[in-house]
């Protein structure tokens, strides 16, 4: 009866010679780790000196070889969530993973990350923001801006600026347009016709003896020969009969006695006097308004068909003639 237990108990003893002779010879524990009936220590377990049965490697590591001793921590860019892995998952996008971590932590507002298996998140570009856990940079939306690296939100463009798609900082609305009196613009309006934008953020009312195009940023003096048209927009042609000095509002129209038969007169020498024979009864004439009558004559300048003043013509004497016309008496 003995010496069937002795012969019974043969393996165990010889396990434990084997295991006496390894750690004589200093191989403790990496590869030759056999727990009771010689079964080797698996994979995703550890076995320390003594160890009956095998230990789930703990959140945070894992083992990917049998007969280990402890087990490995996670590494940079992985994370170990559960027991007794064997290897761990890669860390997603979105997040980072230091050494040993259980979790995968999202990146903090102002970071990003675009490639899984990152240990570390990339600080947010200028002009761009990143919320927690972002993937990618946001550009800074259009009328908002961002100065700074790091950020997780824009800043709303100023009044009298305009900030397109990702600005890194506001633009100033340049000489003739205007933002008008809000924030977050992010573009800028050409000043209309018939105003002026000296500053970007109101427009004026082109005064009434100036013309502005579009685009003004003060108003403009019309040139001699032209006036303003009604609207303010533009310049246009002084008519015949009217002379138009610089800045003219409202074409001059040429005084009796005289007309123009030609536009963009600029000034009143440009009217010309009514021929003799003939008389120019109102203002603003293109021609002379017909003869003088009979019984009259009209030596230039006339602004009357009978004329008495003895200067733009008279009355016929009663011993001369004086046809229709006549410059002079006969």
Known sequence: ??????????????????????VAHGHTGH???LIDDNVPC?????CPNGTSSPLPCPVGTYNNLMQQTSCRVCPAGYFCSVEALTIGSRCPIGYFC?????????????????LTGQSACITCPVGHLCPTGSTAPIPCKAGTYG????QSICIACPVGYFCPTGSEAPKMCPAGTYS???????????????WYCPHTTEIYHCPHDMYCPVGSVAPTMCPAGTFVSPTGQSCGPCPVGYYCPTGTSQ???????????????????????CPCGKYCSSTGLFQPTGYCS?????TGGASSQRPTDGVTGDKCSIDHACPSGSCKQI
């Open 98 to 114: 230091p050494t040993g971590a259980s979790t995968p932590s999202p990146c903090k507002a102002g970071t990003y990350n675009a």
């Open 251 to 273: 074409p001059i129209p040429c005084p009796q006695g005289t007309y123009q038969n030609k536009s963009s007169g600029t000034s009143i020498a440009e009217c010309i006097s």
């Open 180 to 194: 008008g009196n809000r924030t977050e613009q992010s573009t800028c309006y050409f000043c209309p016709a018939g």
């Open 42 to 46: 698996p994979s995703g377990h550890y």
């Open 147 to 150: 100065t700074q690296t790091g």
């Open 1 to 22: 009866m003995n010496k069937t237990r002795s012969l019974n108990t043969l393996p165990s003893l010889l396990t434990i010679l084997v295991f006496c002779n390894t």
């Open 294 to 298: 009979s019984g009259y004559y009209c």
């Open 31 to 33: 590869r030759r780790l």
